[in-house]
């Protein structure tokens, strides 16, 4: 079986990732897979870096209706069984074109759980043979935009447990972050964008630190809000408790030094920083919304909140901040549901049987 797998990300971002995690587990499988992402991506690197084939290319996303023939050219030169498509920003409706005029079958995975419109649902799914929703609150959504049940299968994200196993090198993180040896620290990890929330962890913040002077907030990502945040910061005079700390590709060594995860996300597909969070033995604190309920169960391995309310998740954080024990009894039962239910073979498998459905 040869699939050819379409990717428009340029960043080694959380759905990226996952499309690395499966290449190189249908590699395992005796799958032949091919990648064609943008020019100089990182995730064109980590596939390459896999041994997988990687096609790189120009990618202007929705726009360039030139990527339509280039991909048609790829798809003719290298004749998959079938095309998979990974991302939005034009790969997904301009690679579903290239591929229906091709005459291969065409997969979609839909990560995100933004809403469209039932016209869009109606006119851009008759592409696509199957969708793949990463979470069951992605299918719900696109079930009730109209989606026909029998195109549509769940297979989750995966995470890979055991590298966020690593002992925490205590000393070298407080060193590098300036953290007084009583700290107790939080991480947010997140693209620094609107829907992600940082607002609300900010005010909520306020309040906890006349509790507790110690507390220290670590900000994991970049994005277009960095400035913004930044200001925020020093107008709430929180200078001393929250640290910028960019994008780091060292997540595995970083997270298993926190105290919890908290994720204030207004809306999200499924998580990826959730499944790494509780990977890492760590209780989160996330948002009642999306696929986050299918990383959290509340009271288990953390708690959930109402998006956007300030109160609510200055509570949650409260509750595990003055229970150590409890941090750590949510932070193994996370452990143990990554394990069980969020595995990288089972995510393979899953897409294997869509594929040989197919075909």
């Known amino acids: 079986m040869k699939v050819l797998h ?68 790829i798809i003719q030169q290298q004749q998959p069984d079938l095309v998979h498509l990974h991302s939005r920003r034009g790969a997904d409706i301009l690679g579903g074109l290239a591929a229906w005029m091709s005459g291969v079958k065409i997969v979609l995975s839909r990560r995100v759980d933004n809403p469209e419109s039932p016209l869009v649902v109606k006119w851009k799914y008759r592409l696509y043979d199957r969708v793949i929703a990463i979470s069951q609150g992605i299918a719900a959504v696109l079930q009730q935009e109209g989606l ?25 993180f407080r060193k590098q972050f300036k953290l007084a040896d009583d700290a107790l620290v939080m991480g947010v990890v997140a693209q620094l964008i ?52 960019g994008f780091r590709k060292d997540l595995p060594t970083m997270l298993p030094c926190l105290d919890l995860l908290v994720h204030p996300a207004l809306m999200e597909g499924l998580g990826i920083a959730l499944l790494q969070g509780a990977s890492a033995g760590l209780p989160i604190v ?37 229970d150590e024990p409890l941090r750590r009894q949510m932070g193994e039962s996370g452990r143990e549901k990554m394990r069980r239910s969020f595995s990288g073979e089972q995510m393979v498998e899953g897409n294997l049987r869509v594929y040989r459905d197919l075909l």
């Not at 499988?29 to 790189?56: D, F, K, M, R, T």
């Not at 029998?150 to 000393?171: G, I, P, T, W």
């Not at 277009?224 to 945040?229: A, G, Q, S, T, W």
């Open 148 to 172: 026909p049940t029998q195109k549509l299968v769940c297979v989750r994200s995966a995470v890979d447990v055991e590298a966020f196993q690593q002992a925490c090198d205590m000393n070298g």
């Open 194 to 245: 609107p829907r992600k929330g940082h607002r609300y962890l900010l005010q909520a913040m306020q309040q906890l630190v006349r509790e507790f002077p110690t507390l220290r907030l670590l900000i994991f990502g970049k994005g277009p809000l960095k400035e913004e945040l930044k200001g925020q910061i020093v107008a709430m005079k929180l200078q001393q408790h929250v640290i910028m700390a």
């Open 286 to 322: 996330a948002v009642d919304a999306g696929g986050m309920p299918e990383v959290v169960e509340d009271g288990v391995n953390g708690f959930l909140v109402p998006a956007g309310s300030v109160e609510a998740l200055g509570d949650a954080l409260h509750r595990l901040l003055v």
């Open 6 to 73: 379409v990717e428009a990300g340029m960043h080694l971002y959380g759905g990226a990732r996952q499309v690395v995690y499966l290449l190189s587990g249908l590699q395992q499988q005796g799958v032949e897979s091919i990648l064609v992402c943008p020019n100089g991506s990182a995730v064109g690197q980590a596939a390459s870096e896999a041994g997988i084939v990687v096609h790189e290319m120009p990618m202007g996303g929705d726009l360039d209706l030139a990527l339509i023939w280039r991909l048609r050219r």
